[in-house]
Antibody, heavy 118, light 103 residues
Framework: QVHLQESGPGLVKPSETLSLTCIVS?????????WAWIRQPPGKGLEWLGS???????HHNPPLKSRVTISLDTSKNQFSLKLTSVTAADTAVYYC???????????WGQGTLVTVTS | DIQVTQSPSSLSASVGDRVTITCRSS??????LNWYQQKPGKAPELLIY???TLQSGVPSRFSGSASGTDFTLTISSLQPEDFATYYC?????FGPGTKVDIK
């Protein structure tokens, strides 16, 4: 049974880089699947940010491509999200998820709230 | 760029009701359409993928159908635990959600 857990700072200053890690247990991230990040601003809908394949190939949501980096850390069985030049509009609950292919997020972390504030 | 819309944005229903939620894509998406359920304060959960396929462990009262660019999530008999917000998704595009609450 795979388990995903988001980790990272809950507060980020405007113009800085948001960095989160998703710690995966119960499954090796290099075996198969895609590993994704999705966010949800308070009281709003879901936004798919991007994913990374088990071989390290990234996939992006086109409007965010220039700001988002998603990568694997195979030594720690985790993957990460970096979002540059944040503003208040990036305040959201950030979820990591396992994607079984075709943008199908079958397993999710519990989510972590990141607030952008000076 | 493909857009997905959902209707209604909210609905009120009673336990035992048959509920249908519709998602429409702006062009043909070859049934690459997923449905998720989200309860307050919780992560979304996958219900249906590929328009029709029920995710393992999801009750059979949930079903998905498609007709061209119109996709439907049906709950055959609404249960108390089904009051939630439902989202459709195609690739990186999520629909705006449909909130199902108690009548």
């Amino acid at each position: 049974q795979v388990h995903l857990q988001e980790s990272g700072p809950g507060l980020v200053k405007p113009s800085e880089t948001l960095s989160l890690t998703c710690i995966v247990s119960g499954y090796s991230i290099t075996n198969d699947y895609y590993w994704a990040w999705i966010r949800q601003p308070p009281g709003k809908g879901l936004e798919w940010l991007g994913s990374v394949q088990h071989d390290g190939t990234p996939h992006h949501n086109p409007p965010l491509k220039s700001r988002v980096t998603i990568s694997l850390d195979t030594s720690k069985n985790q993957f990460s999200l970096k979002l540059t030049s944040v503003t208040a509009a990036d305040t959201a609950v950030y979820y990591c998820a396992r994607d079984k292919g075709g943008w199908v997020q079958s397993d999710w972390g519990q989510g972590t709230l990141v607030t952008v504030t000076s | 760029d493909i857009q997905v819309t959902q209707s209604p944005s909210s609905l009120s229903a009673s336990v035992g009701d048959r509920v249908t939620i519709t998602c429409r894509s702006s062009q043909n998406i070859d049934n690459f359409l997923n449905w998720y359920q989200q309860k307050p304060g919780k992560a979304p959960e996958l219900l249906i993928y590929g328009a029709f396929t029920l995710q393992s462990g999801v009750p059979s009262r949930f079903s998905g159908s498609a007709s061209g660019t119109d996709f439907t999530l049906t709950i055959s008999s609404l249960q108390p635990e089904d009051f939630a917000t439902y989202y459709c998704q195609h690739r990186w595009a999520f629909g705006p959600g449909t909130k199902v609450d108690i009548k």
